[in-house]
């Protein structure tokens, strides 16, 4: 249980193109989903918290314009790179939280996504 | 921004030997979680504690929230080449929504 997928595993694009990054939770219901990014060497940077049916909520400093959320369901969350450029480039990985359910406090991870943008 | 200190940043060690890391914060924190991530891959969940004093353990891998409610340490017992990786601390503060914050994480290396 507690399985959560992203789509694709690694994309690679061009400058000033948009890149949809899916995440998916397989086997229970997630209500909130969060999307992170990680640079070589260092730890997980929380961008944003994506919350089924409103808006998401991003942290200080994280551009809601150049990466656009949508949570339209209940186990699907979508973040867009838009206008990526090579700066962009990094390993994106979401999360998700069954809520309600046993353990909410709980974080399950998918596989991550790496973006290249040249 | 990152709040908790994660120790040590790296270890090499021969198989067999035993591992303990630790995370501290200022903070107070309702719940710990360690995770170990592979190269490329996404962090997997490993231990989660939910009660100050707690002492859980999940096969070869022990970790305990502390007293005091700002610290955890992790130990693996009888290393084993597969538990390379990058093991990180993860805690979550009260009234957070579910955020979570990360340790620097602890590369552990472990030879034959």
């Known amino acids: 249980g507690a399985v959560v997928s992203q789509h694709p595993s690694r994309v690679i694009c061009k400058s000033g193109t948009s890149v949809k990054i899916e995440c998916r939770s397989l086997?229970?219901?997630?209500?909130?989903m969060f999307w992170y990014r990680q640079f070589p060497k260092q730890s997980l940077m929380l961008m944003a918290t994506s919350n089924e049916g409103s808006k998401a909520t991003y942290e200080q400093g994280v551009e809601k314009d150049k990466f656009l959320i949508n949570h339209a369901s209940l186990t699907l969350s979508t973040l867009t790179v838009t206008s990526a450029h090579p700066e962009d480039s990094s390993f994106y990985i979401c999360s998700a939280r069954e809520l309600p359910g046993p353990q909410p406090n709980e974080q399950f991870f998918g596989p991550g996504t790496r973006l290249t943008v040249l | 921004g990152q709040q908790l200190n994660q120790s040590p940043q790296s270890m090499f060690i021969q198989e067999g030997e035993d591992v303990s890391m630790n995370c501290t914060s200022s903070s107070i924190f309702n719940t710990w979680l360690w995770y170990k991530q592979d190269p490329g891959e996404g962090p997997v969940l490993l231990i989660a504690l939910y009660k100050a004093g707690e002492l859980t353990s999940n096969g070869r891998l022990t970790a305990q929230f502390g007293i005091t409610r700002k610290d955890s340490f992790l130990n693996i017992s009888a290393s084993i080449p597969s538990d390379v990786g990058i093991y990180f601390c993860a805690g979550q503060l009260s009234r957070s929504w579910g955020k979570l914050q990360f340790g620097a994480g602890t590369q552990v290396v472990v030879t034959p």
């Open positions: 086997d229970f219901q997630a209500t909130t």
